[in-house]
């Protein structure tokens, strides 16, 4: 070691004196940690070295132990596990835990792990930090919907500073599984159906946690520690229902289901987690071709792998495992570091090392990638880092985050019509407004599922923010209830009925119930609920203009009242600043920008439904889709009820003057810049998402009929025109083919610059050619 030290550290460790040799540039210097244990160097950033130095005092049962992560259970979020884990705790033999909230919880926890165990190794602690922790933002699909990149890493790095604050160092976000069927409940926790899409948001929201590229920030005290999961192909079961296989080629895995989790890794993630599902007949917790072949193998992913929730148990009811000792076997050889909550490793992987089933080294290994994100994070310099309750006070629901919290609603939220411009209505319009519906008033719903420790009574209810908005103006409220989620009676349809009559226009809040989205919540009738339905229809037959807000986890089946409602505002589950974000887009204060990112269905016979579809042999006219021997329906068109990038404004737009400076770009290490005039063309200032789309009309395998590859959201005044430009390198136009390399082919291609994936109206041609052939 030219150029360094070599010195001899000798410290005591309850009662064992331990030599190590340490190589350091400097001198060494006692810990800060509570003990004093952990020696650290000032300077010294070599944390390879320094987790080896605590490898060589471990046992294999102590580096099992850091592979193994429990429960507290004062949150569940799966099947309670009977074994106590305070024994494993007391011996060093726990290295994370899960659902332990409040910094003097977590405090008495860590101080047993440091201060009462052989090695005073700290504890890493998890929790579910989906879309905010106290301060609860829009749930992530909704958020996607903003195509806001900037805002999506900000609210993930506001929930990381609440939960830093409170002693939280790791969360189990962000989800970046492609989904395309409505009926899975999880599609609440993703960012819809397209990997292009899907992959900028796992990378913004992987920074945003993280506090920035690379892991770099890491161990800074506003920063968690993030996981992509779940790898892979979780929203792809079979029928939506949670938990269930997964049949898909290499193609489609590979093309579509695949690349979010590599943005992921790209963008610096310090975890990932393993999916429940099986695919194409090995589950994921038991797939060393996922974990280990691509994961580390094609991807150079160096972090540690989780399993989720007991998932290395249900290696045996899948079938592959005939007890939980095999099960255990299997996971740790296929490449999962860490067993969350099942306590498989640690009760067996001991024995399997004795009997030559798991090697030593793959158990050396996964316990280094732990260590080594625990170094990073600052925890053997002082585990109790992150734990400060005046810090917890001050970074818990402030005005800033509040503030944050109330835009992200307006910038989610979808209008999706607005006949005869119903909406917006402004505080000078004189109208008098009945409010109605059983989430006009509510707000236990309006955080949706994953809603770490958001106080659900809390968050404004509609009713609220409407009143404060329209307090001391010239717009009159009226109230009524008109049923629950899922009941009514005569009486109160009545109520509602006589409110609205007496009203110039009523507006409905109606929706799914918070627990019907999220983990194993799957629905087979994605309509409003019959009591919701009865109560519109009551409305409708006022003949006053009727505008609905649809608070949902899903997109829903809105057919009847697409045709039925004069305007229909898709809000989500808007989170902490619900009432005042919705009643800023309603009040016109805020003109929506929203655009869909996951197809709405006609009926759910439709699902899976998406854009990125693929042509077929007999591709349907959609001017005539009654043809016969065509690939359509009998009953109904093949075309969403609203598609993938949809989404109204309150003003208009167009796009013109596309074009591109080259007509061709070489299939390697070219590019191309693609322009187009986007003009404001009403009279009230907007936002416009302007998309570019591409065709690949002929490939060595077949190829969707529309492929995202692009997006910026502008904003423009009334009348403004603005020329927006796009970069679109060879590499975009690469996809994965039989051979599964993936590479960008020569051939002809269409670009469309859009405001939906069903604007086919501004298109330009051009070709892709070898370098050899290039024009």
């Known amino acids: 070691m030219k150029g360094e030290i070599m010195k001899l550290s000798v410290i005591s460790m309850t009662g064992v004196l331990v030599v190590i040799l340490f190589a350091s540039c400097g001198s060494p210097s006692a810990g800060k940690s509570g003990v004093g244990r952990w020696v650290s160097y000032s300077g ?117 500073i609440e939960a830093a604050s409170d002693g939280i160092n790791w969360t189990f976000a962000p989800m970046v599984d492609i989904a395309r069927d409505a009926r899975w409940g999880r599609v609440m926790e993703g960012a819809g159906e397209d990997p292009y899409l899907g992959s900028r948001i796992a990378e913004a929201r992987v920074i945003g946690f993280q506090g920035g590229a690379d892991g770099k920030a890491l161990g800074e005290l506003h920063t968690l520690l993030a996981t992509g999961k779940h790898l892979a192909a979780y929203g792809a079961a079979e029928s939506g229902r949670d938990y269930n296989p997964a049949e898909l080629s290499e193609h489609t895995l590979r093309n579509i289901y695949l690349p979010p989790y590599k943005a992921a890794i790209d963008a610096g993630v310090g975890t990932m987690m393993a999916s429940f599902n099986e695919i194409n007949g090995v589950p994921a917790t038991a797939d060393r071709w996922l974990m280990t072949d691509i994961l580390r193998g094609e991807w150079d992913f160096t972090g540690f792998v989780v399993s989720d929730y007991t998932g290395i148990n249900e290696l045996v009811p899948h079938g592959v495992a005939e007890d939980e000792k095999q099960a255990a076997e299997l996971a740790v050889n296929a490449g999962i570091d860490m067993d969350m909550t099942g306590a498989t490793f640690i009760k067996y ?46 970074n818990t629901m402030t005005p800033e985050f509040m503030e944050t919290a109330r835009k992200a609603v307006t910038s989610s939220v979808v209008l999706l019509k607005n006949d005869n411009r119903l909406l917006p209505i402004t505080k000078e319009s004189g109208k008098t407004v009945a409010l109605i519906g059983p989430l006009m008033n509510d707000s236990i719903n309006l955080n949706g599922e994953w809603a770490g420790l958001g106080d659900r009574n809390k968050s404004v209810p509609i009713l609220k923010g409407l009143m404060e908005k329209y307090r001391d103006t010239s717009v009159k409220l009226l109230f009524a209830e008109g049923s629950s989620i899922t009941g009514t009676t005569p009486g109160k349809i009545a109520e509602a009925v006589s409110v609205a009559r007496r009203a110039d226009l009523v507006i409905a809040a109606m929706g799914e119930d918070f627990n019907w989205s999220g983990e194993a919540a799957v629905r087979t009738d994605i309509r409003l609920p019959e009591p919701q339905r009865e109560l519109l229809k009551a409305l409708k037959a006022t003949g006053k203009p009727l505008v609905l807000i649809s608070l949902s986890g899903r997109p829903l089946d809105l057919s009847w009242e697409d045709e039925n409602m004069d305007a229909i505002l898709q809000a989500w589950f808007p989170g902490t600043q619900a009432g005042h974000g ?12 929203g655009k869909l990112v996951m197809s709405f269905p006609r009926n759910v016979g439709q699902i899976p439904i998406y854009y990125n579809q693929k042509n077929t042999g007999r591709p349907v006219d959609l001017s005539n889709e009654s043809t016969d021997y065509k690939s359509n329906y009998l009953d109904t068109s093949i075309t969403p009820l609203y598609p993938f990038g949809y989404g109204l404004s309150y003003t208009t737009f167009s796009i013109s003057n596309v074009s591109a400076d080259k007509s061709s770009i070489r299939t390697t290490g070219d ?9 404001n063309t009403g009279d009230i200032d907007g936002e416009l998402v302007v998309q570019v789309y591409v065709r690949d009309l002929v490939g060595s ?23 927006v430009n796009f970069e679109l390198k060879s590499e975009d136009l690469a996809f994965y083919g039989t051979d599964g390399k993936k590479k960008t082919e020569a051939g002809d291609f269409v670009l469309w610059v859009a405001q ?9 041609r051009f070709s892709a050619n070898t370098p050899d052939n290039a024009r």
Request: aromatic share 6%.
């Open 349 to 394: 992987l001991s024995q399997s090392v004795r009997e030559g089933k798991v090697s030593e080294e793959v158990i050396n290994n996964a316990a280094r990638r732990i260590l080594e994100i625990k170094f990073l994070l600052g925890l053997f310099d002082n585990p109790y880092r992150y734990l400060d309750e005046e810090r917890a006070k001050q």
């Open 671 to 679: 590019k191309m810049v693609v322009t187009a005039h986007v003009q």
């Open 756 to 764: 939906s994936s069903a604007d086919n109206s501004n298109r330009i």
């Open 44 to 160: 010294d950033k070599d944390v390879e070295k320094r987790v080896d130095s605590v490898l060589a005092l471990m046992t294999l049962e102590e580096k099992i132990g850091q592979m193994t992560q429990f429960s507290a259970n004062w949150s569940i979020t799966g099947p309670v596990m009977s074994d106590d884990f305070k024994p494993y705790l007391e011996k060093g033999l726990v290295g994370s835990i899960f659902n332990a909230t409040s910094v003097e919880g977590i405090r008495k926890m860590q101080a047993v792990a440091v201060e009462k165990t052989r090695l005073g190794i700290p504890i890493l602690f998890g929790q579910d930090v989906i879309h905010g922790y106290k301060t609860i933002f829009p749930i992530p699909l909704a958020e996607a919907c903003s195509w806001d990149l900037e805002m999506m890493r900000r609210t993930a790095e506001i929930a990381a």
């Open 701 to 723: 395998v077949t190829r969707p009929v529309k492929e995202l590859k692009g997006f910026q959201k502008t904003a423009l005044k009334a009348g403004e025109t603005k020329q």
């Open 582 to 593: 919705i009643a800023d887009v309603i009040a016109g204060d805020y003109n929506p920008s």
